[in-house]
C-alpha cells in the first residue's frame, strides 16, 4: 500500500530525480506527505524512508528538526502569528493571545507562535497556511481567518503590496 | 533624500508584472545572460566582479569573486547554493526579490554559474515563503521554455539547471554549512570548518553559497561594468544595498540605497522618521544578529558602510535590517525577545550555545517583567562571556561552531553598554517592590 496518492507518485518519482543522493528528497516529500494529509504521519515517514533508501529513524530524526512539518494531527487552517521583535512593539502578542482564545475550542483552526516571518514593514504579521497577512488587528485577524473558514478568503499579501 | 534603484528598479517600475517572464523580458531580463554567453569568457565575468568589488549581502559581507576563487580549478562536478532562507529577524529584502522579481535572480545565477563553471544550482528557499517560491519555481520553468535554461543555453553548448527547495521552518539552517546539511536530507546543524564548502561541500563536492541578493546584484554589474558599479559606495563598501527598515518609523519599508549614505538620511529622509516625532531611543542596525546604536548624533550621521561601522561601534550592517524603536520602548524587553529566538533557534550541537542560550532568556524574562533582581545584568555579562569570550568586554574569541552563540550576546553586550545605568537602578526599584 503506498501511503501516496495517484498523483503524488509521480509527483514523488518527480522530486527524487532532482538529487544525487534520494536522502536530499526527505524534505520536499515531507512537504509533499503534509500536502496531502494535512500533517506528517509515521506512516507517511515509513513510506518516505522507503522511497529515499533510509530508516524511519532518519526520517524521524530529519523531521524533528523542523517545526513546519506537524508530527500530531493539526488543523485545517495553521495560523502562525508572529510576536517577534518588530511585531512585539506593534501589537503581534495582543493579536496571538486574541486568536488563542477565540480558536481553543475549534479544532478545524491551529494557531501557534512563530518567528520573524520576513514581514516586518507590515507588522503585525501573520499566516494562514503559509499565505501572509500584514498590518492585522485581534478583530481583523478573526476576520481573515473566517474567511478561510467560510471559503470567502480575504485577500493576501504579496510583499510590499496586495494581490487577490 | 533617494534611493539608487538597481536590484530593486524592475520590481519599482513595473508593480503589477515584474514578476512574469513577459515583464521581465519586457525591462531587460536575460539581455546580460545573452551578452555574456555571446563573449564566451568566463574569466571575464569573475573579473567585473572582482572590479565591481561586490561583497555578500547575506550577512557576512564576504567578497563574492574571492570566495569564487577559492574553487579548486579542476574539480568537477561542483554546485553554486542560493541562500534564500532568509530569517534574520526583521529582514525582509529577499523575500521582496523572490516575489516580485524571480527572473533577476534566475539571471544571476545562471550568469554566476557559468562564471564558476557549474552545471547545476541549488536554490534554498525559506519554507514559510509559500509564494516565493510559487513564482521561483514558475519563473525558472519559463526561462527554461525560453531557452535560458537546461541544455545548451542560447546554442553557447553551456548546461546549467536549478532546482528549488523548500526548507521546514528553522533559522539556523541560514548558515551556509547547516544549509548544506538540511539539504542532504539531514538535521539543520552546522559543520565544523575546515573543510570549508569551496573544498567541501554539497555532497562533498566544492560549492558556492550566496545570497539571493548577491547574485541578483550579478547582472547588473554585468551590465554597468565592474568598475563603473565600483564608483557606487563608499571604500570597501561598493554599489547599493537594500536596507529592510522596521519599528517605529513613519514609512518602513524596502529601501535601495548607495552605500556609505548616513543613518540619519534613511531614517529621516526615506523611511519618514519616528512616528509623532518621537526621538529614537536605539535602533539596530544589521538585524537582530548585530550590537545596537542609539539616537545619538554620532551614531545617526555614521555612513552606512560595513567596516566604518564594526571598526567604530562594533556593529554590523549585517543583513540589512534596520530596526527602529523609539523612547517608549524598553530595551530590556527588546533583549529579552531576541533571547528567545536565539534560545529556540540555537541548534544544540555546542554546549555553551545551547545552554547558555536558555539561561540568558530566563533571566531577562525576569528582568523584563518586573521580577529582575539586582546582580541580574553582571550575570548576564558573565552567562554571555562562558558562549562566547570578547562580545561583551574585546577581544572577541568565537569558541562555538557557528557565529549563532556570539549573536546571542550582542543584546547584552548592547544593555550594559547603552542602558546600564538605567537597567540597574531599576532591578534595584524591583528587587524592593518585592523584597
Ligand atoms: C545563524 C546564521 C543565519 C544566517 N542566515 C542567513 C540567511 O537567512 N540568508 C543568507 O543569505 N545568509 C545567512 N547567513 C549567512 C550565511 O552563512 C552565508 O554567509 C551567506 O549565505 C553567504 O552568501 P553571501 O556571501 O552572498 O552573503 C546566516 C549566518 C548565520 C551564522
Ligand atoms: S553556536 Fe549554537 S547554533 Fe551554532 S552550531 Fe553551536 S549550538 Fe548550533
Known amino acids: ?164 | 533624500m533617494t534611493e539608487t534603484r538597481i536590484v530593486t528598479k524592475r520590481l519599482r517600475d513595473r508593480p503589477d508584472d515584474s514578476w512574469t517572464i513577459d515583464g521581465a523580458l519586457a525591462s531587460g531580463a536575460y539581455e546580460q545572460l545573452r551578452a555574456v554567453l555571446a563573449k564566451g569568457d568566463t574569466a571575464d565575468v569573475q573579473e567585473q566582479v572582482k572590479l565591481s568589488g561586490l561583497r555578500g549581502r547575506g550577512g557576512a559581507g564576504f567578497p563574492t569573486a574571492q570566495k569564487w576563487s577559492f574553487l579548486p580549478p579542476d574539480s568537477f562536478p561542483r554546485y553554486l547554493v542560493v541562500n534564500a532562507d532568509e530569517g534574520e529577524p526583521s529582514t525582509f529584502k529577499d523575500r521582496m526579490l523572490l516575489e516580485r522579481d524571480p527572473h533577476q535572480l534566475v539571471e544571476g545565477i545562471a550568469i554566476s554559474s557559468y562564471s564558476v563553471k557549474c552545471n547545476v544550482a541549488y536554490v534554498y528557499v525559506r519554507g514559510e515563503f509559500a509564494l516565493g517560491y510559487e513564482r521561483l519555481a514558475r519563473a525558472i520553468d519559463d526561462a527554461r521554455a525560453k531557452g535560458f535554461l537546461g541544455r545548451d543555453i542560447l546554442g553557447s553548448g553551456f548546461d546549467c539547471d536549478i532546482v528549488v527547495h523548500r526548507g521546514a521552518g528553522a533559522y539556523i539552517c541560514g548558515e551556509e554549512t547547516a544549509l548544506l546539511e538540511s539539504l542532504e536530507g539531514s538535521q539543520g546543524m552546522p559543520r565544523i570548518r575546515p573543510p570549508f564548502p569551496a573544498i567541501e561541500g554539497l555532497y562533498a563536492k566544492p560549492t558556492v553559497v550566496n545570497n539571493v541578493e548577491t547574485l541578483s546584484t550579478v547582472p547588473h554589474i554585468v551590465r554597468m561594468g565592474g568598475e563603473e558599479y565600483a564608483k557606487l559606495g563608499v571604500n570597501r563598501s561598493t554599489g547599493t544595498r537594500i536596507f529592510s527598515v522596521s519599528g517605529h518609523v513613519n514609512q518602513p519599508g524596502n529601501y535601495e540605497v548607495e552605500l556609505g549614505m548616513t543613518f540619519r538620511d534613511l531614517l529621516y529622509g526615506l523611511a519618514g522618521g519616528v512616528r509623532e516625532n518621537r526621538k529614537i531611543k536605539f535602533f539596530i542596525p544589521g538585524g537582530a544578529s548585530s550590537q545596537w546604536l542609539t539616537g545619538s548624533d554620532e551614531h545617526l550621521d555614521a555612513p552606512l558602510d560595513m567596516d566604518f561601522v564594526q571598526q567604530t561601534f562594533g556593529v554590523m550592517l549585517g543583513s540589512g535590517a534596520i530596526m527602529v524603536y523609539d523612547e517608549t520602548v524598553d530595551p530590556v524587553l527588546i533583549a529579552w525577545r531576541l533571547a528567545k529566538f536565539f534560545a529556540h533557534e540555537s541548534c544544540g550541537k555546542c554546549t555553551p550555545c545551547r545552554e547558555g542560550t536558555g539561561w540568558i532568556e530566563k533571566v531577562l524574562y525576569r528582568m523584563s517583567h518586573g521580577l529582575g533582581r539586582p546582580a541580574d545584568l553582571d550575570l548576564l555579562v558573565d552567562v554571555g562571556g562562558n558562549i562566547s569570550p570578547g562580545v561583551v568586554n574585546a577581544p572577541f574569541v568565537q569558541t562555538t561552531i557557528c557565529p549563532l552563540g556570539p549573536s546571542a550576546v550582542s543584546c547584552i553586550a548592547s544593555l550594559n553598554k547603552f542602558f546600564r545605568d538605567e537597567v540597574l537602578e531599576r532591578l534595584r526599584n524591583d528587587a524592593g517592590a518585592h523584597a
Open chain 1, 1 to 164: 500500500m503506498s501511503f501516496f496518492d495517484e498523483s503524488n507518485v509521480a509527483k514523488a518519482k518527480e522530486i527524487l530525480a532532482r538529487y544525487p543522493r534520494p536522502k536530499s528528497a526527505i524534505l520536499p516529500l515531507a512537504h509533499l506527505a503534509q500536502d496531502q494529509n494535512g500533517w506528517l504521519s509515521p506512516e507517511a515517514m515509513e513510506q518516505i524512508a522507503d522511497l529515499t533508501g533510509t530508516t524511519p529513524a532518519d526520517v524521524l530524526g530529519t523531521c524533528s528538526f523542523y517545526t513546519m512539518l506537524k508530527r500530531r494531527p493539526c488543523g485545517k487552517f495553521v495560523v502562525s502569528v508572529c510576536t517577534n521583535v518588530t511585531c512585539l512593539v506593534t501589537g503581534g502578542p495582543e493579536v496571538l493571545d486574541h486568536l488563542e482564545a477565540r480558536y481553543a475550542s475549534e479544532p478545524d483552526v491551529t494557531v501557534e507562535e512563530v518567528e520573524c516571518l520576513a514581514a516586518c514593514d507590515g507588522a503585525p504579521a501573520l499566516q494562514v497556511n503559509y499565505e501572509f497577512h500584514e498590518r492585522v488587528s485581534p478583530s481583523s485577524a478573526v476576520e481573515i481567518v473566517e474567511g478561510y473558514r467560510s471559503g470567502t478568503r480575504r485577500a493576501r499579501t504579496v510583499s510590499g503590496a496586495t494581490v487577490a
